[in-house]
């Protein structure tokens, strides 16, 4: 870098959604708006009713609360700031700004794996190993397996935040997203060193994400033959019931960031880039309590009494 004059960039401009047409941006909003109020009512309805129903105080349930939270955080991280940048033209972010969204963006990102991977792990025991279900998945083995996952993903936020802010940005400051993307903030680094801190960003995320699914992958493997040896078609069904909206969840997790990251690279236009991120930004997390309230039988009978249990004294 010696011998060069940079301009050091102190604050980034978010493109977003400012190349779609005017007249469509608050079609885009209300819509984005909707669903965002309804990713955080959902979650917060199921922890409400995990919480008040003590049928459903089980390991199983305890997970699926702290993935609840972890959603709420995520969207909490990402969609308001996408939200206001429809609406406003001003669509600078500050440095300081940017590298806090990422870092919560990543922490919450990953605690979100790291629960699946737990919740994977939960029916495993439960279904393979029910005789020690009770030892292995005790409150206190719960709690720190809770614990461990928001933990794993605070370090991981901090170390990707830490390592993409160690770098020198200069020249432009246009991030092509409605967020700071770690690769869409990368491209505008310089310096020697900015090709092999990609190449690590890009190997710590997948060799992280794909170790979550693997191990997803090797429990259910495990699962499948367990039910497989069920000698009853009603008792395989039974069992199999219990894993659905876990592995429904999985599937559109997986496979909305497969859609995003591991596309192939072509003449892509910017707009439907953009587009395509939000279903995993903001999608996904939508879609997460319908199927953990349609496809979970037991959740699903909590919700509806604990929804009469408030219209009876309303009728009444």
Known sequence: MAGQNYSMVTEFILVGFSNFPRHLLPTFFLLYLLMYLFTLLGNLLIMATVWSERSLHTPMYLFLCALSTSEILFTVAVTPRMLVDMLFTHRIITWTACASQMFFSFTFGFTHSFLLMIMGYDRYVAICHPLRY???????????????????????????????????????????????????????????????????????????????????????????????????????????????????????HYGFASIIYLKPKGPHSMDSNTLMATTYTVFTPFLSPIIFSLRNKELKNALKKSFQRKVSPLSS
């Open 134 to 252: 009770n030892v292995l998945m005790s409150p206190r083995g719960c709690a720190r397996l809770v614990s461990l996952s928001w933990a794993g993903g605070s370090v991981m936020g901090m170390m990707l935040t830490l390592i993409v802010f160690h770098l020198t940005f200069c020249g432009s400051n246009v991030i092509h997203h409605f967020v700071c993307h770690v690769l869409s903030l990368l491209k505008l680094a310089c310096g020697k060193e900015t090709s092999s801190v990609t190449l690590a960003v890009i190997l710590v995320c997948v060799s992280a994400l794909m170790g979550c699914l693997f191990l997803i992958v090797l429990s259910y493997v495990f699962i499948v033959a367990a039910i497989l040896r069920i000698p009853s078609a009603e008792g395989r069904h039974k069992t199999f019931s219990t894993c659905v909206s876990h592995l429904t969840v999985v599937i559109v």
